[in-house]
């Protein structure tokens, strides 16, 4: 009897440690990768502030490709469309208005952002993007040498930032 005993206390042994690794492989497995959110924040973070986390976000650095006045071939900007959480959208609008409406460059349109160029600006006959909607100050963002900028507001909980060095 004794020896019955041994015999299967060492096949139930066997069981439970596999049992047991094969739930450490599912856990592993099943557990997700970082959010490529997460990631897009974290590279976007060393470049502009973010006094609030977006759910969602897409962004783009682009070169001034045609000189003006105030800006030159070495000045740049990004354009990030973000999706924000409503309490998030309230801690930006609370920020003051800027003193003129700041339209978006045509050098900063990128393709991601076609729906929204079509419902929320008008190309006026400098070739720049007038805003239809709320424009707020992107003050918060700022981080030198990104100095000027404007959120404009797409939705009750989506904006498109434009940040520029100047």
């Known amino acids: ?30 557990n997700p990768p970082a959010s490529s959110v997460d990631a897009e924040l974290l590279k976007l973070k060393e470049i502009i502030n973010l006094p609030v986390k977006p759910t969602w976000v897409k962004w783009e650095l682009n070169k001034v490709t045609a000189p003006t006045e105030k800006l030159d071939t070495n000045d740049w900007s990004i354009v990030a469309r973000m999706t924000l959480e409503k309490n998030d959208i309230k801690i930006l609008a609370n920020t003051q208005l800027p003193i003129k409406v700041m339209k978006l460059p ?11 160029i079509a419902s929320s600006f008008k190309l006026d ?42």
């Open 1 to 30: 009897m004794n020896i019955l005993k041994h015999l299967l206390i060492v096949p139930l042994l066997f069981m439970l440690i596999s049992c047991g690794n094969r739930n450490a492989e599912d856990q592993i497995a099943t």
């Open 106 to 116: 045509a050098y900063a349109v990128e393709p991601w952002m076609e729906d929204i």
């Open 125 to 166: 006959e400098n070739g720049e993007y007038k805003p239809l909607g709320t424009t707020l100050s992107a003050e918060q963002f700022y981080r030198d040498p990104l100095i000027t900028g404007a959120i404009y507001m797409i939705s009750e909980t989506e904006i498109l930032l434009f940040l520029q060095t100047e």
